[in-house]
């Protein structure tokens, strides 16, 4: 019977009172078929849609489960016999760290909980990252717990990897490493001061061996472009706080370059406005393609990727002919462009001594120019400064450049790879993998069996940065430590471990409780 005077209905169903769907609300539990019956002859004939098949197929694997009547593991809990005092059960407790992770640092407060990382946040009481965190730092706990991490140490045989031991690696590498005319490092940029003690240790044990540092994302010109403008071959101090107009082409330093996390901190201090401070900074980036940082900007000057080079010098062109400078040629640019960085360049000289330029490109002469606009605006000393420069992206384009040339020429005989995938993401990966061949004894001391790892003759697994003791210098005279949260979970060591061992160091002690922990107060 229809019900006239009902408001609210389940479904079309209902307020049609459809006589399947009336002969449903009867039944409050269906009765469904057995696992028999969808096995028989008559059912297998019957042709079923995709939800019942799905549905049948369900109920029949929980029904052989049920049937199988296996006894579940027991997992046991033994309780401390001496529990220590800080560890409560259902209480987080939290470690002071810092983690360097894909070109990333930042100091972390590592929350656990019955000895295992759960989470990470920043460490608000740093004055250079103000508490902020990135995702990759953020990511770091799931790469901890990665299914894909090397259990142990391993080496080629025959085209495959086979399982190794420690002895039977440190073994093979110190005899090697002992024949081997000429041994490269290759690894990331090392901000660590103790991984550094560790390279100076080996290159004393075996005098041919030279670090070789590059970054995925380079800022090789900008080294470069600085030794060539003050004879200093680093990157700058940025004070993006202190700087009341802000201009950055194709640098997108709230999201991929150089500190993100440090500058974004910067950023936001002078992007505010209160009671107190009535104005804030303007902001305008000149870019290809948006990026955080752009979309955070009051401006975006859009050029093409390759009229980065001209609005840079256009730019100049235009600062100088307000400040007394003198010009150089540059190359055609769009007339919306001129335009917009004409306008921009009177701002720019309406705040000398309060702006910031900075640059993303990777092309030294273009980094000169940028560096030329600063000291126009006379910035130096300002906005940027070299006082506690950044000791982050250190790596040299020719200096890989080289290395891969030498690997092809057959002029290296060793090859460690630390903490790095060079067979990735180089711009000339295919001949570095090419080069690889032509080594007789190659290492690969990462986490995980990337592209690098998988062609290497021996994989000396490291541990994950949770796992291990250290100390990062970022910045020029601001040090921060990195302490475990979690034991070892794999078979694996610390990369200056293992670089410790093979140069057969007297500073490290691998028969003691806390080996690294050890070698870190003696640095």
Same mark, same amino acid.
């Given at each position: 019977?229809?019900?006239?005077?009902?408001? *609210?209905?389940?479904? *079309? $169903?209902?307020?049609?009172?459809?006589?399947?769907?009336?002969? =449903?609300?009867?039944?409050?539990?269906?009765?469904?078929?057995?696992?028999?019956?969808?096995?028989?002859?008559?059912?297998?004939?019957?042709?079923?849609?995709?939800?019942?098949?799905?549905?049948?197929?369900?109920?029949?694997?929980?029904?052989?489960?049920?049937?199988?009547?296996?006894?579940?593991?027991?997992?046991?809990?033994?309780?401390?016999?001496?529990?220590?005092? $800080?560890?409560?059960?259902?209480?987080?407790?939290?470690?002071?760290?810092?983690?360097?992770?894909?070109?990333?640092?930042?100091?972390?407060?590592?929350?656990?909980?019955?000895?295992?990382?759960?989470?990470?946040?920043?460490?608000?009481?740093?004055?250079?990252?103000?508490?902020?965190?990135?995702?990759?730092?953020?990511?770091?706990?799931?790469?901890?717990?990665?299914?894909?991490?090397?259990?142990?140490?391993?080496?080629?045989?025959?085209?495959?990897?086979?399982?190794?031991?420690?002895?039977?690696?440190?073994?093979?590498?110190?005899?090697?490493?002992?024949?081997? !005319?000429?041994?490269?490092?290759? =690894?990331?940029?090392?901000?660590?001061?103790?991984?550094?003690?560790?390279?100076?240790?080996?290159?004393?044990?075996?005098?041919?061996?030279?670090?070789?540092?590059?970054?995925?994302?380079?800022?090789?010109?900008?080294?470069?472009?600085? $030794?060539?403008?003050?004879? !200093?071959?680093? @990157?700058?101090?940025?004070?993006?706080?202190? +700087?009341? @107009?802000?201009?950055? *082409?194709?640098?997108?330093?709230?999201?991929?370059?150089?500190?993100?996390?440090?500058?974004?901190?910067?950023?936001?201090?002078?992007?505010?406005?209160?009671?107190?401070?009535?104005?804030?900074?303007?902001?305008?980036?000149?870019?290809?393609?948006?990026?955080?940082?752009?979309?955070? +900007?009051?401006?975006?000057?859009?050029?093409?990727?390759?009229?980065? #080079?001209?609005?840079?010098?256009?730019?100049?062109?235009? @600062?100088?002919?307000?400040?007394?400078?003198?010009?150089?040629?540059?190359?055609?640019?769009?007339?919306?462009?001129? +335009?917009?960085?004409?306008?921009?360049?009177?701002?720019?000289? #309406?705040?000398?001594?309060?702006?910031?330029?900075?640059?993303?490109?990777?092309?030294?002469? $273009?980094?000169?120019?940028?560096?030329?606009?600063?000291?126009?605006?006379?910035?130096?000393?300002?906005?940027?400064?070299?006082?506690?420069? =950044?000791?982050?992206?250190?790596?040299?384009?020719?200096?890989?450049?080289?290395?891969?040339?030498?690997?092809?020429?057959?002029?290296?005989?060793?090859?460690? @790879?630390?903490?790095?995938?060079?067979?990735?993401?180089?711009?000339?990966?295919?001949?570095?993998?090419?080069?690889?061949?032509?080594?007789?004894?190659?290492?690969?001391?990462?986490?995980?069996?990337?592209?690098?790892?998988?062609?290497?003759?021996?994989?000396?697994?490291?541990?994950?940065?949770?796992?291990?003791?250290?100390?990062?210098?970022?910045?020029?005279?601001?040090?921060?430590?990195?302490?475990?949260?979690?034991?070892?979970?794999?078979?694996?060591?610390?990369?200056?471990?293992?670089?410790?061992?093979?140069?057969?160091?007297?500073?490290?002690?691998?028969?003691?409780?806390?080996?690294?922990?050890?070698?870190?107060?003696?640095?």
């Amino acid at each position: 019977m229809k019900n006239h005077h009902k408001d *609210v209905w389940i479904g *079309v $169903e209902d307020k049609t009172q459809d006589p399947e769907f009336i002969e =449903s609300l009867s039944q409050e539990f269906k009765q469904l078929p057995i696992v028999e019956s969808i096995t028989d002859e008559k059912t297998l004939d019957v042709s079923s849609n995709r939800r019942d098949f799905l549905k049948y197929l369900g109920f029949g694997l929980g029904a052989a489960t049920l049937a199988a009547s296996c006894d579940i593991p027991v997992k046991r809990a033994i309780p401390y016999v001496t529990k220590p005092d $800080e560890i409560v059960p259902g209480v987080a407790n939290y470690y002071a760290s810092a983690i360097v992770q894909g070109g990333d640092y930042c100091p972390v407060l590592v929350k656990t909980r019955e000895g295992r990382p759960i989470k990470i946040e920043g460490n608000s009481m740093s004055s250079m990252t103000g508490g902020g965190t990135s995702a990759r730092a953020q990511a770091a706990v799931l790469s901890l717990y990665d299914s894909s991490r090397l259990r142990g140490p391993s080496k080629m045989e025959g085209g495959e990897l086979k399982p190794a031991t420690w002895d039977e690696l440190d073994k093979a590498a110190t005899v090697s490493l002992s024949s081997a !005319k000429n041994i490269r490092i290759l =690894s990331n940029t090392i901000l660590s001061p103790t991984a550094k003690n560790a390279v100076e240790e080996f290159t004393q044990k075996y005098p041919t061996a030279k670090l070789v540092q590059y970054d995925p994302s380079s800022s090789s010109a900008m080294l470069l472009a600085n $030794e060539n403008s003050f004879g !200093k071959k680093v @990157v700058p101090n940025y004070h993006f706080n202190k +700087a009341e @107009v802000i201009v950055g *082409v194709g640098a997108d330093f709230l999201g991929t370059w150089i500190s993100p996390i440090e500058y974004a901190k910067a950023y936001a201090e002078n992007r505010k406005i209160n009671n107190k401070k009535k104005t804030m900074s303007f902001h305008v980036q000149v870019e290809s393609g948006m990026s955080l940082t752009g979309s955070n +900007a009051d401006n975006r000057i859009q050029v093409k990727p390759s009229e980065q #080079g001209a609005a840079i010098a256009y730019l100049y062109n235009e @600062v100088a002919k307000l400040t007394g400078g003198s010009t150089i040629s540059a190359p055609s640019l769009n007339a919306k462009a001129t +335009a917009a960085l004409c306008k921009l360049a009177g701002k720019l000289a #309406g705040a000398k001594g309060k702006s910031l330029v900075v640059s993303g490109s990777n092309n030294t002469a $273009e980094q000169v120019i940028v560096n030329k606009i600063n000291y126009l605006l006379d910035n130096y000393g300002n906005t940027l400064d070299f006082g506690a420069y =950044s000791l982050q992206r250190q790596g040299v384009d020719k200096d890989v450049n080289d290395l891969v040339a030498d690997m092809n020429a057959g002029r290296v005989d060793a090859l460690i @790879v630390w903490g790095a995938n060079p067979a990735y993401d180089l711009p000339n990966a295919a001949e570095f993998v090419a080069g690889l061949e032509n080594v007789q004894t190659s290492i690969s001391m990462n986490s995980v069996g990337d592209e690098t790892a998988s062609l290497c003759s021996w994989q000396a697994p490291a541990s994950h940065n949770l796992e291990s003791w250290g100390d990062v210098e970022a910045k020029a005279g601001q040090y921060a430590l990195v302490q475990p949260t979690i034991s070892p979970l794999f078979d694996t060591r610390q990369a200056e471990a293992s670089i410790l061992v093979w140069s057969g160091s007297s500073n490290y002690n691998m028969e003691a409780d806390q080996p690294m922990y050890d070698y870190l107060k003696k640095g």
